[in-house]
């Protein structure tokens, strides 16, 4: 059905580009600023209990404490989110950033199912899926533009 007839096309490509770019530059600014705050004592005090009851993190929280844990877990965040900001110019960067994004969100949201007593920190969990959303997205669409190249 045509709306809008040859607009139609014109605002379907910009709003297209207009949510990749807003997805793609929230999510960076998102894994930037909670990735700069796990070095602060509140932050790390905040994801102990995650950390501690993750069978895929509980490793690092033994092996670092809860401050490293935090920090090592900041400093993932960090690459992952420079990663998807050089994805917008060298996609094969933004795949790998889009994948540990993927990996970062899913590890993430096991926690729903392996911290006891979550109370409040299921409605700070659920934002996940969203994010998790977004890394696929753009995981996929470095790895189009990948090979489009090839």
Do not use: C
């Not at 970062?104 to 409605?123: A, E, I, Q, R």
């Amino acid at each position: 059905m045509k709306i809008l007839g040859f607009a139609q096309a014109v605002y379907a490509d910009w709003l297209q580009r207009t949510g990749a770019g807003i997805l793609r530059w929230s999510l960076v600014f998102l894994l930037i600023f909670f990735g700069a705050l796990k070095w602060t004592t509140a932050e790390a005090q905040g994801i102990a209990p995650f950390i501690s009851h993750s069978p895929f993190l509980r490793w690092v929280n033994v092996g670092l404490g809860p401050q490293g844990a935090s920090e090592a877990i900041g400093i993932f965040e960090l690459i992952t989110g420079l990663l998807l900001v050089a994805g917008q110019w060298a996609p094969r960067l933004g795949f790998i950033g889009g994948v540990l994004g993927i990996a970062m969100f899913v590890t993430t949201l096991s926690f729903l199912l392996t911290t006891p007593n979550l109370g409040d920190g299921v409605g700070f969990l659920l934002k996940d899926f969203t994010l998790l959303g977004a890394a696929t997205w753009l995981a996929g669409e470095a790895a189009v533009r990948v090979a489009r190249q090839t």
